[in-house]
């Protein structure tokens, strides 16, 4: 794998304690991330997608305990300290969540919790990260009435009034910049009086303000409808561009991967089963799994006939599963599948293989 890697995860496992048993969420997974890549995470439901980005992140619950390593600019974050990964979350890596409702408060308005963050991410940096260009539209709202200072704050009458006019004009821009039209009215507005396009593209101009090196999306598009969809996905990529950050985006969609990714990572019941390239992967999937769910995808013609399915369930990961953990559904499955667990191997080409087949 490539060496100028910005976040490593090495052997990582995680496992919750629950009043059924312990669930092995993760198993030894591992992957890289270069500064400014593009890495999609895809799988099923309970593959550990979401736990993969809470390990990175430091978010896991109580009844959480992980292993391994979570490289990330040569530190060890689950060897942090609190406080010191409180100072990395959210400055240093971002996430935008899935639900963004549940994301932002709802009983402050959104331009007093984007002033709040960009406040918070001076605070730690001891300044801001850059010298912020303005817009000519920011500039608009100066110009128009020649005022600052204090008059500035008379433009946003119910804004604090604490609010410096450097981070209000900051986040006005983000606003801008994320394709949101009046950003004065948005900034005054709570949370639940806009649509949920709109509140995530609003999670996405905080996330990006601190300028991050990495952005960590968990199916940032799965409510929204497929126009809104489209349009989110094309501004994560402009945006994180913009910034120089990495981003890993956390999807079941492999289409969604296709469009926007520099390579994927295929994720099956808590181990990574694929890595490689996205025109690789699409072009030449490798792995039984990975070529089952291609299977799965919609035609553009009738005549391809019905939608074909992955037989079997997903294993419940309470129990200590021997072997390939996709054995029982794959159509390649032997004796050997069955008594050895697979290694994830190199065939080449930044391309990685978690299976007996290829060894």
Request: glycine letters at 6%.
């Amino acid at each position: 794998m490539v060496d100028d890697r910005l976040l490593s995860v090495e052997n990582l496992s995680v496992e919750y304690a629950t009043q059924e048993g312990v669930v092995r969420a993760l198993e030894d997974v591992s992957l890289q991330v270069s500064p400014k890549e593009f890495v999609a995470i895809v799988g099923e439901s309970g593959s550990g997608k979401s736990t993969l980005a809470l390990a990175i992140i430091g978010l896991l619950p109580p009844n959480a305990k992980s292993h391994g390593k979570i490289i990330y600019k040569g530190r060890n974050l689950i060897e942090l300290a609190k406080k010191e990964m409180i100072n990395i979350r959210g400055t240093e890596i971002g996430m935008v969540f899935q639900e963004p409702l549940s994301s932002l408060n709802p009983v402050e308005k959104v331009g007093d919790q984007m002033v709040e963050a960009l406040r918070i991410a001076k605070n730690r940096r001891g300044s801001l990260s850059r010298v912020f260009n303005y817009s000519a539209g920011a500039k608009d709202v100066l110009t128009a009435t020649g005022v600052s200072g204090t008059g500035m704050l008379s433009l946003f009458p119910k804004f604090r009034r604490n609010a410096p006019m450097d981070l209000i004009l900051e986040a006005r821009e983000w606003l801008e910049k994320v394709r949101i039209p009046d950003p004065e009215r948005i900034l005054q507005r709570y949370p639940f009086e806009l649509s949920g396009g709109m509140m995530q593209r609003v999670m996405i101009a905080m996330a990006l303000s601190q300028s991050p090196s990495l952005l960590l999306a968990d199916e940032p598009t799965t409510a929204l409808d497929v126009t809104t969809q489209a349009q989110i996905l094309k501004l994560m990529r402009i945006l994180k561009d913009s910034v120089g950050a990495a981003l890993i985006l956390i999807t079941h969609d492999l289409g969604v991967a296709a469009q926007v990714a520099d390579r994927v990572v295929v994720l099956y019941a808590g181990e990574v089963v694929e890595d490689a390239p996205v025109k690789e992967l699409f072009s030449k999937p490798m792995h039984p799994y990975t070529r089952s769910l291609l299977r799965c995808l919609p035609r553009q013609t009738k005549a391809d006939g019905e939608l074909e399915v992955i037989r079997g369930t997903i294993p419940d990961l309470r129990n200590k599963i021997v072997g390939c953990k996709f054995a029982d559904r794959c159509d390649h499955a032997n004796k050997k599948c069955t008594e050895e667990r697979p290694r994830l191997v190199d065939i080449g080409g930044n391309h990685y293989v978690r299976c007996t087949l290829y060894y």
